[in-house]
């Protein structure tokens, strides 16, 4: 299977720990406490650093957002044979993560800000949200999907179709509740767990059915 990390920005360890930062400041104090000299000094790190490694603010906000969406995982494994089991494993744990991810309080902050700031002109958080947040994850997860299809694991006509089911299932209402204010799931696992067999059930193969296509793509 091909890496899920493909089209993922890569951040290094040092400016991995930036960001850490950033989404703390982000957090703790919101939009007003994020400017870069107020970054430069909780990261310890020089201006000229953020502006080498990310340019301006809204590039430090885009890395934020795609160092966010990147803890949002799919497949990791190169060269992994799909089968039945392995698939489910990886739509699992993408539940999961994606659960875990948009219930935290730094994608509650982000997207609380974003929709503060919609009727402004000029806001440009909801369009950065969207481009490197919720379509990198999109990207990845449809990936994942059409390695089932081509697998024989899942049939479907249209995979952006199919995953926008999957996400629906996973989520649901949960993220519009918890950004009123509602406490996240007491057990992500559990959610991700039904919102799979809830999507197999819709577009997952027989194995039986499976090994068959198999055997016919093979002659």
């Not at 650093?49 to 494994?77: E, N, P």
């Not at 994608?107 to 609380?112: D, E, K």
């Not at 999507?199 to 499976?210: C, N, S």
Request: proline share 2%; glycine share 10%; hydrophobic share 40%.
């Amino acid at each position: 299977m091909r890496p899920d990390n493909a089209d993922t920005p890569q951040f290094s360890p040092r400016q991995n720990e930036v960001l850490e930062q950033a989404l703390r400041l982000l957090v703790e104090g919101g939009d007003k406490a994020l400017t870069t000299s107020g970054l430069a000094r909780a990261a310890s790190c020089s201006k000229e650093s953020l502006y080498k490694w990310f340019g301006d603010r809204d590039g430090v906000l885009a890395a934020m957002i795609a160092y966010q969406a990147s803890k949002v995982r799919t497949a990791d494994r190169s060269g992994e044979k799909l089968t039945d089991q392995i698939l489910k494993q990886h739509l699992e744990q993408f539940g999961r993560d994606l659960l875990e991810v948009l219930g935290g309080d730094v994608s509650l902050a982000l997207n609380r800000l974003a929709i503060g700031q919609t009727s402004r002109d000029g806001s440009k958080l909801g369009k950065l949200l969207v481009e490197h947040g919720r379509r990198q994850i999109d990207r990845r997860a449809m990936a994942l999907m059409e390695a089932g299809k081509r697998a024989g694991l899942l049939r479907f006509e249209n995979a952006d179709a199919a995953y926008h089911t999957f996400y629906g299932l996973i989520v649901s209402d949960l993220h519009v509740r918890m950004l009123l204010g509602e406490p996240g799931l007491k057990d992500n696992s559990r959610q991700a767990e039904r919102a799979v067999e809830a999507f197999l059930a819709l577009h997952g193969v027989e194995q039986k059915t499976a090994d068959a296509l198999h055997v016919s793509a093979g002659r």
